[in-house]
């Protein structure tokens, strides 16, 4: 599994959600987009649907009917019943999750720290490719 750690400081969360959205989707893939937190759920599902002026994202809450159908499906839980091979972990807190073939965490600077633990933890695992993203001038750059 490919592990990646985004830590965004230019962009508002939904921006970035967006573009790792559009990129899974391009490559025909689906995603699933997890978050504790309800409105902030919400928030990425209004980016996501005015994602640009020449195409939307659609998604749904995995509890609305038809929700599995969708490429995005939006949850609280790490559960993919839309079948996504590919997992942002929007709300900055680490799940272990197996089956996915790449997991985002996503992070603002205040949450560096439990980032880094989970960093740390990955130590050691075979199983799991990790890489750090940061923003600098509005760019994503690879620093670990």
Do not use: C
Request: glycine share 8%; charged share 25%.
């Amino acid at each position: 599994m490919k592990l990646d750690f985004w830590q965004y400081t230019d962009d508002p969360l939904e921006k970035v959600v967006a573009l790792i959205a559009k990129r899974v989707l391009g490559d025909g893939a689906r995603l699933l987009v997890v978050s504790d937190d309800a409105e902030q759920r919400a928030a990425i599902a209004r980016a996501l649907w005015q994602a640009g002026p020449e195409s939307f994202l659609a998604n749904s809450e995995a509890d609305a009917p038809g929700g599995a159908d969708q490429p995005i499906l939006l949850s609280a839980e790490p559960a993919a019943s839309n079948g996504a091979s590919h997992l942002i972990l929007a709300d900055g807190v680490f799940r272990d999750t197996p089956g996915f073939a790449r997991v985002f965490l996503l992070f603002p600077p205040d949450a560096a720290p439990a980032a880094r633990a989970a960093w740390r933890a990955q130590d050691g695992r075979e199983d799991v490719e990790r890489a750090y993203f940061a923003q600098e001038d509005g760019r994503w750059v690879k620093k670990g």
